[in-house]
């Protein structure tokens, strides 16, 4: 069975950094592609960052330059480290994975598994 498990959120303010885990088990790493989304309130969950089995990394416009994704394949763990936070960065913060290989958008529906998010809080 597969498990995510997301951690490292919190509240920060504007300018500040977090970074968050996806700890996998009954899956790896190497298995395929694993991504981050995000949903705040009253918006649809959408994709901030992902990586593919080549560790080819694709990110929202509105991340790019400020959030890097990576995966320790040794550690089976999933990170987002996330620099220069705005308060429009607010939300819940969901790791996601699948099998597929290549990653060629960040669309919910590619991904097959999902964690139970962390939340995070930018504030002024």
């Known amino acids: 069975q597969v498990q995510l498990v997301e951690s490292g959120g919190g509240s920060v303010q504007a300018g500040g950094s977090l970074t968050l885990s996806c700890a996998a088990s009954?899956?790896?790493?190497?298995?395929?592609?694993m991504g981050w989304f995000r949903q705040a309130p009253g918006k649809e969950r959408e994709g901030v960052a992902g990586?593919?089995?080549?560790?080819?990394?694709i990110y929202a416009d509105s991340v790019k330059g400020r959030f890097t994704i990576a995966k320790d394949n040794a550690k089976n763990t999933l990170y987002l480290q996330m620099k220069s936070l705005k308060p429009e960065d607010t939300a819940m913060y969901y790791c996601?994975?699948?099998?597929?290989?290549?990653?060629?958008?960040?669309?919910?529906?590619?991904?097959?598994?999902w964690g139970q998010g962390t939340q995070v809080t930018v504030s002024s």
């Open positions: 996601a994975a699948t099998y597929r290989t290549l990653l060629r958008g960040l669309v919910t529906g590619l991904f097959n598994y």
């Open positions: 009954g899956y790896t790493t190497t298995s395929g592609s």
């Open positions: 990586i593919d089995s080549y560790s080819t990394t």
